[in-house]
C-alpha cells in the first residue's frame, strides 16, 4: 500500500487549503483514515480521522474549521482546511488505521504518507 500526498502549501492566515491522499490497494474502503501533523519539536499527532463507514473525529482545535472527507471510487482521502491560523503550520502526514474505526493513535496505523508541509503566515 502507498500513500501519495499532494502538495501543501503556504497560505496567509484566514486562507483555504486542501489536502489529498491517494491510496494504492483495493481495500481502501474497508480501512479508517486519518490525517496527522507534526510540528517542530512536536510529536505526530491526530487532527481528523474518518472511519471506513463515514463517520469522523476533529481534534478540538480545528472543530469548524477543518473537514474530512473520502472517496472510495478514487480511493482518496481529503482534508479541506479553512480559517487557518500561525498554529496549523506543521507537516501533515495521512495515515491507513489497522482498523476499520478511528484510532487516535498513531501506532494503529501501518502506512504513511510522505508528509507535506504547510505553512500559514500572520
Known amino acids: 500500500v502507498q500513500l501519495v500526498e499532494s502538495e501543501g502549501g503556504l497560505v496567509q492566515a484566514g486562507g483555504s487549503l486542501r489536502l489529498s491522499c491517494a491510496a494504492s490497494?483495493?481495500?481502501?474502503?474497508?480501512?479508517?483514515m486519518g490525517w496527522f501533523r507534526q510540528a517542530p519539536g512536536k510529536a505526530r499527532a491526530l487532527v481528523a480521522g474518518?472511519?471506513?463507514?463515514?463517520?469522523?473525529y476533529y481534534v478540538d482545535s480545528v472543530k469548524g474549521r477543518f473537514t474530512i472527507s473520502r472517496d472510495n471510487a478514487k480511493n482518496t482521502v481529503y482534508l479541506q482546511m479553512n480559517s487557518l491560523k500561525p498554529e496549523d503550520t506543521a507537516v501533515y502526514y495521512c495515515g491507513r488505521a489497522r482498523a476499520n474505526r478511528i484510532m487516535l493513535l498513531t501506532t494503529y496505523y501501518d502506512y504513511w504518507g510522505q508528509g507535506t508541509q504547510v505553512t500559514v503566515s500572520s
Open positions: 490497494g483495493r481495500t481502501f474502503s474497508n480501512y479508517a
Open positions: 474518518i472511519s471506513s463507514g463515514g463517520s469522523t
